[in-house]
């Protein structure tokens, strides 16, 4: 399944999750190591960053293999900013390949990325009537959690809302999503891998970028809410 990961701290750029590390998410394209399903994440990516003087944020999708975009390296060294969200993509069976398909999710100040599979039919009534961008499974997820948001409601609340509404409807889905808004991170694990590491700031990642000691796995069914006020794992 795709690999994610986010940063929340001090502004970097994205090389560090992208190129830099040696197990970052262009080496997790082709050779993830704790992957379950699906040998490499070769149908697109995406990436996002907030940008202080914009009101949303910029994001940047393809449908390529990520190792095949000569415009990537130039991006990650510009690309600066205190939340990033970026995330490569193994298509689950059945699901289009194309841009809108494609995570970083945005609408208006949120980014959100998908790191499963879920029965569209499980998500559709969380949806509101809000029509998804790409008829894949993961843009109706993105399109449920931002009904929550735009209705009002908080980050952590509206992820948990619907990951347990749609595990209720689907027993088997997994559903690790990810979703920041610029000031803070929420991250899923529901039967797919998620790591954490806190240094100057977090990083999270469906697995560790590095071999670093302090890479922290998050218990499955459990919810990372990292934010100004600190950071916080609870059972969902
Ligand atoms: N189901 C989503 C898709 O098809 C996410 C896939 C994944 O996690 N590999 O894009």
């Known amino acids: 399944m795709c690999r994610h990961a986010a940063w929340l701290g001090a502004p970097r750029r994205l090389g560090p999750l992208l190129l830099e590390p040696a197990h970052g998410l262009l080496r997790q394209s082709y050779a993830p190591r704790l992957q379950r399903c699906g040998r490499v994440n070769a149908d697109g990516f995406g990436f996002g960053w907030y940008d202080p003087g914009?009101?949303?944020?910029?994001r940047y999708r393809r449908t390529v293999p990520i190792w095949t975009d000569a415009n990537v390296p130039a991006l990650a060294t510009c690309a600066r900013s205190?939340?990033?969200?970026?995330?490569?993509?193994?298509?689950?069976?059945?699901?289009?390949?194309?841009?809108?398909?494609?995570?970083?999710?945005?609408?208006?100040?949120?980014?959100?990325?998908?790191?499963?599979?879920?029965?569209?039919k499980a998500v559709r009534d969380l949806a509101d009537g809000r029509e998804p961008e790409s008829v894949c499974d993961s843009a109706w997820?993105?399109?449920?959690?931002?009904?929550?948001?735009?209705?009002?409601?908080?980050?952590?609340?509206?992820v948990a809302d619907v990951v347990t509404g749609a595990a209720a409807a689907d027993p088997d889905a997994r559903l690790n999503l990810l979703?920041?808004?610029?000031?803070?991170?929420?991250?899923?694990a529901w039967n797919e891998t998620l790591f954490t590491h806190r240094g100057e700031g977090?990083?999270?990642?469906?697995?560790?970028?590095?071999?670093?000691?302090?890479?922290c796995a998050v218990p499955d069914r459990h919810i990372v809410h990292a934010g100004p006020g600190g950071v916080r794992v609870d059972p969902l």
Request: aromatic share 4%; charged share 20%.
């Open 54 to 58: 914009l009101e949303e944020p910029v």
């Open 82 to 120: 205190a939340c990033l969200v970026a995330a490569v993509r193994s298509a689950t069976p059945g699901m289009p390949v194309e841009e809108s398909a494609t995570a970083p999710f945005s609408e208006g100040r949120w980014l959100l990325s998908h790191n499963g599979r879920v029965e569209r």
């Open 141 to 158: 997820l993105a399109a449920a959690v931002f009904a929550r948001l735009a209705s009002g409601g908080g980050l952590a609340d509206a």
């Open 179 to 188: 979703v920041a808004d610029g000031g803070a991170v929420v991250a899923t």
């Open 202 to 215: 977090l990083l999270v990642a469906s697995e560790p970028l590095d071999d670093r000691p302090g890479w």
